[in-house]
């Protein structure tokens, strides 16, 4: 049995999630279980050391140290008998990494309900839309690793609902249902001139004029991309720049509208973005002047992963 995931780590402070602080894979091969984990961005002091909980395990895997807000972790062990625990691998729910202060790091996994093991084909598939040549003899098998990874997220991401989940507060649905009211019934003959005056304007690349949007707003793209609602890409973007933006560019006379999602450019952060559908990179602001050519992007460079919609 072959099952591979992976979750990201929230951060908690008094139960209430602030933002995301990292990711854990975990790993079941016949019966060797591997847990990975990568903490960044931990508000705290400069060193720490605390220890990591699996739920439904009695006691601790292991101590773990966090270091200006960064800590990994890889352990390999018995998926029957974890570190002689007597629990396996089907028993865990979750992960805990406690924190000074009423705070903790915090994921949950539902090991029944992962993707099963990933077909060579498509591997083969995806790893064919990557242009990028390897920088050394280890790069082909490090990318078909990443690519792995990526397929169980896209696999899961294709399982989520079509339609738009039920907002958490009332209020929400209550301003989505006014906001299509107003647009219904606006006496604007073009749609994005009334989404210009409704909506916050931003100029996210200099002089081109883009508004500012949450997930709720969705309601304003055509049906077909309403669903981006679903989108952990996207999703992961919004929660930690708290906003996501959408803009028109004109191609040969064609209007072209562009849903963006805050990030930096990183070559493996911009895969994960091809896997969810975000087949283009902009940089912010006055940045781009700096940057010497278009494909040569610096690593770390902020901009906004783009995707072509409609409204």
């Not at 933002?19 to 279980?33: D, Q, R, S, T, Y």
């Not at 605390?50 to 395990?57: H, N």
């Not at 101590?63 to 089907?90: H, L, P, Q, V």
């Not at 399982?159 to 929400?172: G, L, M, R, Y």
Request: hydrophobic residues 30%; negative net charge.
């Amino acid at each position: 049995m072959y099952i591979r995931k992976i979750c990201y780590l929230d951060y908690l402070e008094q139960n209430n999630r602030i933002k995301n602080a990292g990711h854990v894979k975990i790993c079941l091969n016949e019966n060797k279980f591997t847990i990975e984990i990568q903490v960044k961005g931990v508000p705290g002091a400069e060193q720490y050391e605390t220890w990591i909980e699996l739920k439904g395990m009695e006691g601790n895997l292991s101590t773990f140290r966090i270091e200006r807000g960064s800590g990994t972790f890889r352990g390999n062990y018995d998926a029957d008998n974890i570190k002689g625990s007597g629990t396996g691998f089907n028993d865990l729910s979750g992960i805990r990494i406690p924190l000074s202060g009423d705070r903790e790091l915090h994921a949950d996994f539902d090991t029944k309900k992962c993707p099963k093991k990933i077909q060579k084909d498509e591997i083969v598939n995806i790893e064919s839309s990557i242009t990028e040549k390897p920088e050394n003899n280890n790069a082909g098998e490090i990318r078909e690793n990443q690519i792995k990874e990526l397929v169980q997220i896209r696999a899961q991401e294709k399982k989520q609902p079509e339609t738009e989940p039920e907002p958490e507060h009332p209020a929400e649905s209550f301003v989505a249902d006014r906001m299509a009211d107003r647009l219904d019934d606006s006496l604007s003959v073009d749609k994005w001139e009334q989404l210009c005056r409704t909506y916050k304007r931003v100029q996210p690349f200099g002089d081109k004029c883009y508004i500012s949007l949450a997930p709720k707003d969705f309601i304003i793209l055509r049906k077909e991309y309403q669903q981006l609602v679903n989108n952990s890409f996207l999703l992961h973007g919004y929660y930690n720049y708290k906003h996501l933006i959408l803009g028109k560019e004109k191609v040969k006379n064609e209007e072209i509208f562009y849903l963006g999602v805050p990030g930096a450019y990183y070559d493996r952060e911009k895969m994960v973005a091809v896997m969810f559908g975000f087949e283009g990179f902009e940089i912010a602001g006055d940045l781009e002047k700096d940057i010497p050519s278009i494909y040569e992007i610096p690593q770390g460079t902020f901009g906004y992963y783009m995707k072509r919609v409609e409204i």
